[in-house]
Nanobody
């Protein structure tokens, strides 16, 4: 599976961005999808994940109510709608694909495929 993330950029605090991750190479609907982020000098952390059918979604506590993950299996794409952005949301955002389910999706271990990352910078 090849993953291509896009949609990053620079935005002022309180603003919005939508990230997209386009998948190719396998049946997209077989995979759970996740978003992770890595700020400068910090470890990569979980942001959100969505099961292969979409009814099960997980969020990091720090983004609940502000970020929304969704997927369109017909377009082989997963999205991350980011609203009310904060300075601390500044990071490189990565999408990832996993043949897994459940709360394990909150960790990096089940993800076999990763996109290249897209930079999100939130300014004051």
């Amino acid at each position: 599976v090849q993953l291509q993330a896009s949609g990053g950029g620079m935005v002022q605090a309180g603003g919005s961005l939508r990230l997209s991750c386009a998948a190719s190479g396998d049946v997209f609907s077989r995979y759970a999808m996740g978003w992770f982020r890595q700020a400068a000098g910090r470890e990569r952390e979980f942001v959100a994940a969505i099961s292969w059918l979409g009814p099960t979604i997980y969020y990091a506590d720090s983004v609940k109510g502000r970020l929304t993950i969704s997927r369109d299996n017909a377009k082989n794409t997963v999205y991350l709608q980011m609203n009310s952005l904060k300075l601390e949301d500044t990071a490189v955002y990565f999408c990832a694909a996993a043949r897994s389910s459940g709360t394990l999706l909150r960790s990096q271990s089940p993800y076999s495929y990763w996109g290249q990352g897209t930079q999100v910078t939130v300014s004051s």
